[in-house]
C-alpha cells in the first residue's frame, strides 16, 4: 500500500526525470527512506553485488533518480546489494563512492559513515 513497483523495462531507453516527479508529487512533504539497491545498475556498470541484473539501469539513469530526489523530506538512505567480492574490475567501489557523493550533493546534510 502506498508504492508503486517499476519494472526495469520500464525504464529502458527513456529518462527517469518524469518518473520522479512523480514520485515528487506523491510523497509531497512525507518523511521518505531510500533504499538504493546496487543491482538496480547493469552489471556493466556495477558488477559486485551477489545478484546482478542483466539490463539494469545505466549510470545516468541512476543520477536521474538521485537527482530527483532533491526537495523531498529524506530522512534516511541506504545502499544495499553490495558484495565487493563478486567485482575483480574495481567498477562497483567507484559506482558506490560516485552515488554516494551524488547523494550527499543533492542532499546537504546527509551523513556517510
Known amino acids: 500500500q ?7 523495462e520500464e525504464c529502458w531507453g527513456k529518462s527517469l526525470v518524469p ?6 508529487t506523491q510523497m509531497g512533504d512525507k518523511p521518505v527512506y531510500i533504499s538504493f539497491d546496487i543491482d538496480a545498475l547493469d552489471p556493466a556498470y556495477a558488477p559486485g553485488t551477489g545478484t546482478p541484473e542483466i539490463a539494469g539501469l545505466t549510470p545516468a539513469q541512476a543520477l536521474e533518480i538521485i537527482r530527483g530526489c532533491k526537495g523531498l523530506n529524506i530522512v534516511g538512505c541506504d545502499l544495499v546489494e553490495v ?3 563478486y567485482d575483480v574490475s574495481g567498477e562497483s567501489k567507484g559506482s558506490q563512492e560516485y552515488d554516494v557523493c551524488a547523494w550527499q550533493r543533492q542532499l546537504p546534510g546527509l551523513v556517510s559513515i
Open 83 to 85: 558484495a565487493p567480492m
Open 2 to 8: 502506498g508504492f508503486r513497483v517499476v519494472p526495469a
Open 19 to 24: 518518473l520522479m516527479d512523480e514520485v515528487r
